[in-house]
Nanobody, 119 residues
């Protein structure tokens, strides 16, 4: 079992920056990838960014490329999402997720943290 806890959300103005943090605990040794999802009211949950455990491969959805950066600190069992040049359309609940080597599917989820970007 893996437990995930997000933090760092808040209310900011367009153009500001935020860094979301995800603390992982439990059986994290076999983690294959970590990801950040977001869900805005009335919209489907979407994958924003993901990172392979090694850090050698990352993915970003087109709308955040060049603005968001996903990173991880294996020793601290932390995953981060640095969000720069925030836009109102980035407003959503952001979720941290983990995929295991066994399933390679998004199995574990955090509770979510609200990011609100005002115009």
């Amino acid at each position: 079992q893996v437990q995930l806890l997000e933090s760092g959300g808040g209310l900011v103005q367009a153009g500001d920056s935020l860094r979301l943090s995800c603390a992982a605990s439990g059986r994290t040794f076999s983690t294959y990838a970590m990801g950040w999802f977001r869900q805005a009211p009335g919209k489907e949950r979407e994958l924003v960014a993901s990172i392979h455990w090694s850090g050698s491969s990352t993915y970003y959805t087109d709308s955040v490329k060049g603005r968001f950066t996903i990173s991880r600190d294996i020793a601290k069992r932390m995953v981060y999402l640095q969000m720069n040049s925030l836009k109102p359309e980035d407003t959503a609940v952001y979720y941290c997720a983990a995929a295991t080597n066994l399933t390679r599917t998004w199995t574990f989820w955090g509770q979510g943290t609200q990011v609100t970007v005002s115009s």
